[in-house]
């Protein structure tokens, strides 16, 4: 066959949940099927990494598209009529973006629909878009991945999508991820928090991942207890931050609220691997990335009990209402004061880490494109 790939994430050291479920199923796609050829369509020249293998042919469509108007023209002018060009049997998404003008099989992932449930917290242009076209796409993919059972049924439920054109393919982890003896998480805590245990929280900062509940209730967890803990943030600024950039400027025990830029997945994996627990209230998640990285460290958490975050975190965290910093505050006591409670929850990490790996993800993502394709 020939397989194009929508590949526009691919982007050296800014890779994030759609640019590593991109790069770390479809590597794996890649490298296992020499018997197939690749066409990855990017929006600009790619970084050589991304190449993984000489069944890849490197097309740049443009313009780049990273913004409504230009997504509209990059799927529906520049991808529809290189599919043609390239004679291409199939047409990969992972995105949830497609060309609704294009015939060709699409394969259509989708990692959530926040944007139907919390459409309030997206830039008025993106909301536009995803609310007109979000439906659409779906309805226009032959078949559909859905990074969650959460997800698939929220497709089903939302779009009415039935559930038998939905396969569900998890998120894995990076093995970098992965627990730490006591000297190194010593040498990291004192590195990045001034030696003290943290509690620590990694994804980009906009409304749904609930940083202002998060930064409240943080609050209350040091009043109300005597202790050097300190709570890291660690991602970038995305839309609609103002908010949290002006808590984190007031917050009240500003001294113990740290945050960090982005990081790379080798650092990344070392300060969460050396933290006191995870921190990951979120409002909605279409899976929830870093519950799993911190599985893997052996680090449980703290965790919203809202869409797909118990289906990936098991019994390993303490679960919360995220719309209540109070009830946050009372985990994290919990959390802090019964260590035994602690060890209970780390000690279960290895076994609901093992369910999701990127090797048996990309065998059930081939699967589905298969399916696809002797129904198309």
């Not at 469509?61 to 913004?67: F, T, V």
């Not at 980009?204 to 209350?220: D, E, G, M, T």
Request: charged share 20%.
């Amino acid at each position: 066959m020939r397989i194009a790939v929508n590949s526009r994430f691919l982007l050296k050291g800014k890779l994030e949940g759609i640019g590593w479920f991109t790069h770390e199923i479809i590597r794996r796609v890649v490298l296992n099927h020499p018997e197939h050829q690749f066409i990855f369509f990017f929006d600009r020249q790619p970084d050589p990494q991304f190449i993984y293998a000489p069944n890849v042919e490197v097309v740049v469509l443009q313009p780049p598209a990273r913004h409504p108007i230009l997504w509209m023209i990059w799927f529906e002018v520049s991808v529809r009529f290189a599919l043609k060009k390239y004679k291409a049997d199939c047409f990969i998404s992972t995105d949830g973006f497609l060309s609704l003008g294009s015939r060709i099989p699409t394969l259509l992932v989708i990692h959530d629909l926040a944007f139907e449930h919390y459409p309030e917290h997206l830039p008025n242009k993106f909301r536009w878009y995803l609310s007109y076209f979000g439906r659409k796409f779906a309805q226009r993919a032959n078949r559909i991945v859905a990074v969650s059972e959460y997800t698939r049924q929220d497709i089903h439920s939302t779009y009415g999508i039935s559930p038998d054109r939905i396969d569900v393919v998890y998120n894995g982890a990076n093995p970098l991820y992965q627990p730490l003896p006591f000297e190194q998480k010593q040498q990291i805590r004192q590195k990045y928090a001034d030696g003290s245990e943290y509690f620590v929280f990694a994804g980009a900062l906009h409304p749904r991942k609930n940083i202002l509940n998060l930064l409240k209730a943080f609050a209350l967890f040091k009043k109300r207890q005597r202790s050097q803990m300190k709570l890291l943030i660690i991602g970038r600024f995305a839309w609609e931050s103002e908010a949290i950039r002006k808590a984190l400027e007031n917050h009240p025990f500003k001294g113990d609220v740290i945050r960090y830029e982005y990081m790379q997945v080798e650092e990344l994996s070392q300060v969460i691997g050396s933290a006191y627990g995870l921190t990951f209230v979120s409002l909605f998640e279409g899976f929830g990335i870093p519950v799993l990285e911190a599985l893997q460290c052996g680090i449980p958490g703290i965790v919203s009990q809202t869409s797909s975050l118990p289906e990936v975190a098991g019994n390993t965290a303490l679960y919360v209402n995220p719309e209540s910093p109070e009830d946050i505050a009372e985990k994290m006591c919990s959390f802090y004061k019964d260590e035994h409670l602690r060890q209970q929850l780390a000690a279960s990490c290895a076994q609901q880490a093992a369910r999701f790996s990127w090797d048996q993800s990309a065998q059930g993502f081939y699967d589905s494109l298969i399916r696809m394709m002797e129904l198309a």
